[in-house]
Structures are given as structure tokens and as C-alpha cells.
């Protein structure tokens, strides 16, 4: 499975941002599936998931400002971030919270005004 993250870019504090993520060489319907970050100088986080069944859980930096979906038809899963904060600048990747297949590029995400 190779996973591609987009939507990245720079935009201001306050602002919103849509990750995707979209899978071939597979499907991934059945796993669980989560957004990570990686921040200059930090490791590596993890930022929200979501189970095969559709239960979320999200860090608490993010909590009430990120959503995390999928849409299992297309094997795709988005990141919605809302009222973005200087601190979530960070390339953002996406993979299985349990199985993980190679990182990709990820997606870069860049907060300032």
C-alpha cells in the first residue's frame, strides 16, 4: 500500500486546511487509520484516528479543532483542521494507527501570518 497526503499549504492563524490522504497498491478499509505530524526538530505525533468502524480519538492539541474522516468507496481519509494555531505547522503524514506501510512524503503545513 502507498499512501499520498495533499491539501497542504501555508495559511494564517484562525485559518482551515483539508488534508486527503489516498491509498493504492490496496484497500484499507479494514484498518484503523490515523493522521500524524512531525514538527521541526520533534518527533514524529500522532494526531487523530479512527477505526474501521469509525470511532475517533484525537490529541489533545487538536481536540475540537481537527476532525478526521474517511470514505472507505475511494480509500481515502481527510483531516479537517479548523482554527489553525503557529503550533500545528508540521509535515503531516497519514497511516494505519496498528499496521503501517512506508511513511510517504507527507504533506507540509505552514501557520503564520
Known amino acids: 500500500v502507498q499512501l499520498q497526503a495533499s491539501g497542504g499549504g501555508l495559511v494564517q492563524p484562525g485559518g482551515s486546511l483539508r488534508l486527503s490522504c489516498a491509498a493504492s497498491g490496496g484497500i484499507f478499509s479494514g484498518h484503523a487509520m490515523a493522521w500524524y505530524r512531525q514538527a521541526p526538530g520533534k518527533q514524529r505525533e500522532l494526531v487523530a484516528a479512527?477505526?474501521?468502524?469509525?470511532?475517533?480519538n484525537y490529541a489533545d492539541s487538536v481536540k475540537g479543532r481537527f476532525t478526521i474522516s474517511r470514505v472507505h468507496a475511494n480509500n481515502t481519509v481527510y483531516l479537517q483542521m479548523n482554527s489553525l494555531k503557529p503550533e500545528d505547522t508540521a509535515i503531516y503524514y497519514c497511516n494505519g494507527l496498528y499496521t503501517r506501510w512506508s511513511w510517504g512524503q507527507g504533506t507540509l503545513v505552514t501557520v503564520s501570518s
Open positions: 479512527m477505526s474501521a468502524r469509525g470511532n475517533t
